[in-house]
């Protein structure tokens, strides 16, 4: 596939204003980079990308594959005003991913709560977004994003073959990076305006469906009804008590039944 480099990214870049662009051929984690850079007090939508990752992470303390050639592997360092709140950080990044996607690709997506897009039923991208605290409590959040641009020779590793998918279109990562990087300035710009939210919803993989979830160390499960407006994912048990998760996963149950 195409290299990344910082020329060919700008070369897409829509948004005129000045931004820091680092690209490596590899790097252990470009979240790890962000975090580093915002405690060196590197500016805003400063943006670190990577060809290929050696310590990819993913949320939950999980790894993420990240293999060169087939993915593109990027983090954002947006400053935030106190009071952020890291899902709906979440929920933004996946909406700019899903903009970015749906425009460079061509295709349609869905968003499973709270940090993936899918695509033709598969895992396509997953988001970490991570909080850098200083003394006034949070003062940046890194956007991590990780994408399966194309499948790897050989297909995914056992582990994730079952769920992980790739857009395999004609997109290169560069031009990719580039409409990701637009989508999130505009939403951070625009103080992560709520139409992102409803853009969210509007594509939320697990509405109507039966989940299984873990609250308060209980794991249990139901029928996904909607997303709050903290970004907590709202499921209705079958007792017919509600509750909203705000951390944690959801994963589609076994009787996974989709209400019209
Ligand atoms: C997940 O699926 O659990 C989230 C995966 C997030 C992966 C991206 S790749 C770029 C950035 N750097 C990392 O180490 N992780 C994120």
Known sequence: MNTLTDEKIRSYLKYSGDIALTVYK???STNLRAKEAALMGTPSLSVFAAESQS???GRLGRSFYSPTDTGLYMTMLIRVKPGALLNLATIYAGTAVSKAIEGCCGLQTKLKWVNDVFVRGKKVCGILAEAVTGKNGIEA?????????KTPQGGFPDEIKDIAGA??????RAELCAAITDE???LSELDFYPEALEYY???????GMDVEYTLSGQKSHGIVFGIDDAGALLIQKENGDTCALSYGEATIGSKNVKHA
């Open 26 to 28: 590899t790097t252990d």
């Open 55 to 57: 310590a990819g992470r």
């Open 141 to 149: 959040i890194v956007i991590g994003i990780g994408v399966n641009v």
């Open 167 to 172: 857009l395999d279109t004609d997109v290169s």
């Open 184 to 186: 999130l300035i505009i």
């Open 201 to 207: 919803r509007a594509r939320n993989l697990l509405l």
